[in-house]
């Protein structure tokens, strides 16, 4: 089932980045497109402006000839050069839906402004800017897209001259430019659409994965349940015919050193140890393949770790250093079940370590009570080529070792609603984790 989880894994990991570039493409389209539409209404505003300019420069340069802009004083406004070309602006900015027509004298005195609020200013403050001084030298000159109190406008300078090209001022027309924060709106709802299409999608995957590897994971273990209950009821069958046969050899090789053995034969020795080697490996084949019952109950872990103590020679125990936080600790599951992991564990620990090191076992409550134990020795460690295997049936580096310690305890823990993990470095040690879940 691995292997599958894995093409599973990897399925949903390429929809997930397909469905990602998908969707950061289709906005990346879209952001392109609205900057090439932000592009052209720039352009159009800015020929628009221009146009203006020159055509009401264009105007005023022949009006000049029969209502002399010489004429014009700064501040009033009651003077018929005056009128009259206010009536120009007037009509020409309400034609073309413009902002503002002001003219400025060189100095920047304003002379005649549309709407009429902007003659109540003596200078106006873009008097200031790079673009009149530009216009002061003869140029026709427009403005970027500025921003003031929230508005946006674009404003266009060209310089007006009499018959001999001397300046008489500088016609200012100003547009307003209030669909581009229409632009810079969805421009930014766009990237907040994108951001929100990424977390959705990332959510999406990550529950459709989490289902997909709860799927697989509950397959297998009804597989597994299957395949244990045909394996305890072959090894129950198996167990029974080979206990049969060894005991009649057992009983033989009695007969037989009662009758032919000397004192000092160590023949039949060696039977009687084989023999008691292989109902071992019986009895563990047994265990493997049986499925436990549960015995939920209240355990105290302090009690617990002094029988898993007692399970070992004085000398190996004494090597064993436990830690717990409160001696109090408790947690409702099957005790005996419990005691056999750690006991396994921990035999491997003090065999994997010399005479003199110690094994510590620590034990830390976690989040919805869940315990975690670890175990840890200074003991020559496991290569990294066979840390995989060492979960596996009948796997063993050792010469008298059964293999299938490791492989009954991970199957107790995952009864247990746990799980193990084995961390190792070659001639430093090896760290097992466990973790259970409380069974109340």
Known sequence: MKPLTKTYSGRFSLLF??????????????????????????????????????????????????????????????????????QVFEEIRTSGTLQSIVLVSPQGEILISSPDILSR???????????????LNGQTVVSEIEEFEGERFMTGYTPITDLDGFL??????????????????????????????????????????????????????????????????MAASVAHELRNPLNIIEATNDTIRKKYAQNTDEMFEYIPQEIKRLNALIDEFLRFARMPRLKVEIIRLEQLMERVKLGFPQEEANRIQVSLPDDDMHIHTDGNLLQQILTNIVANALQASDNEQPVHIRLEKRPKGRLLITVEDRGAGIPPDRLDKIFEPFFTTKEKGTGLGL?????????LQGDIQVESEQNKGTKVSITIGDLS
């Not at 200013?121 to 800017?129: D, G, P, R, V, Y």
């Not at 200012?172 to 766009?190: C, H, P, R, V």
């Open 168 to 233: 008489l001022g500088i016609l200012i027309i100003e547009a307003k430019a209030g669909y581009f924060n229409i632009l810079n709106t969805l421009k930014n709802n766009l990237l907040l659409f994108s951001l929100l299409n990424f977390v959705l999608i990332s959510l999406i995957a990550f529950m459709l994965f989490r289902l997909v590897r709860r799927t697989i994971r509950y397959e297998r273990e009804i597989r597994d349940q299957e395949h244990l209950v045909q394996l305890g009821t």
């Open 121 to 135: 200013h003596t200078i106006l403050s873009f008097t200031n800017s790079p673009q009149f001084m530009q216009a």
């Open 407 to 415: 492989a009954i305890s991970r199957k107790l823990i995952q009864f």
């Open 17 to 86: 980045w397909l469905s990602f570039l998908v969707v950061i493409l289709l906005n990346l389209l879209i952001w392109l497109y609205l900057n090439q539409v932000e592009q052209e209404f720039r352009a159009q505003l800015r020929d628009r402006l221009q146009d203006a300019n020159q055509m009401l420069g264009r105007l005023m340069h022949e009006y000049n000839e029969d209502v002399n802009i010489h004429l014009l004083v700064p501040g009033d406004n009651t003077s018929l050069e005056y009128l009259f070309y206010r």
